[in-house]
């Protein structure tokens, strides 16, 4: 066995570590380094690259500014509901059958008893309903469908539809027969005929409206709604693997380690 002739190393000569010397200052965890290139990254931190909302690439958003848009198209979905709803009064006003009634003396009677025109003016407000909310549900996709739709489309859709439904029935029930009876009587006298106001005797079907736009709107989303790309097939090769080697911190490996240079240890 022969000894090697290589001149000492300075860094071992003065009784510093040559490991702690070949670390870079930076790769110290912190808080005994200040934050560089090789500081850890935040993990609730957005990731990098465009908005996820408007597709613009810039510098990252706070929570608000993200908020902000979603709140703009809910509360757009929301108003034109509520337009709508107006337009449905008009319509259930128009199109539900009415109770005819009569005067008889010192009474009011059905002119036909066994009519189904309560029942049937909540067939029309329900089949009314169910028409606003897939029209709504469909606008609203073909509308928001490049930004994938949200939940505040969803959520427009459901308080819209069902705050206009309500509200189409007060305007129906407002622009529909008189609901003064004695008055409409007395106006009519002995033997006249007039019609009774029209309301809802199934409250439920106030649901009509956001229920139907809610099916559609699911059913429109999983059918044609945007989607991520799919990932590669499992045959097709990903990217080149980095070498272990080449990102490896000069100065860490074994020889750092023990101190003793490579080709020293081959000698030995």
């Not at 935040?42 to 990098?48: E, T, V």
């Not at 606008?139 to 439904?165: C, M």
């Not at 005797?201 to 736009?213: E, K, N």
């Amino acid at each position: 066995m022969t000894v090697p002739n290589t001149p000492p190393d300075p860094a071992r000569a003065d009784g510093t570590d040559a490991v702690a010397d070949a670390v870079p200052a930076d790769a110290v965890p912190a808080p005994y380094a200040a934050p560089g290139p090789h500081a850890a990254r935040d993990p609730y931190a957005p990731p990098p690259g465009p908005d996820l909302v408007t597709g613009k690439a810039g510098p990252a958003q706070s929570p608000a500014q993200r908020l902000m848009p979603e709140l703009r198209v809910g509360a757009a979905t929301l108003l034109a509901c509520l337009v709508l709803g107006v337009v449905m009064g008009g319509l259930w006003a128009w199109l539900a059958p009415k109770v005819p009634l009569v005067v008889d003396g010192n009474k009011i009677l059905y002119g036909d008893p066994e009519g189904e025109q309560r029942a049937g003016a909540d067939s029309v407000f329900v089949l009314i309903g169910l028409g606003m909310g897939i029209l709504t549900a469909l606008g609203a996709f073909l509308v928001t469908r490049k930004r994938g739709g949200g939940i505040a489309v969803a959520v427009g859709l459901a308080v819209g539809g069902l705050l206009a439904s309500v509200g189409a029935w007060g305007l129906g029930r407002w622009l529909g027969p008189s609901r003064d009876l004695i008055g409409e009587a007395r106006r009519v006298g002995n033997g006249g005929h007039f019609q009774a106001d029209i309301d809802l005797g199934a409250y439920g079907a106030v649901l009509a409206w956001p229920m139907a736009a809610m099916v559609v709107l699911l059913a429109l989303s999983a059918a044609f709604g945007k989607r991520e790309e799919d990932p590669p097939p499992y045959w097709v090769p990903g990217p080149p693997a980095v070498d272990a080697g080449a990102g490896a911190v000069p100065g860490t490996g074994a020889g750092a380690a023990t101190g003793v240079p490579a080709e020293d240890r081959r000698d030995a």
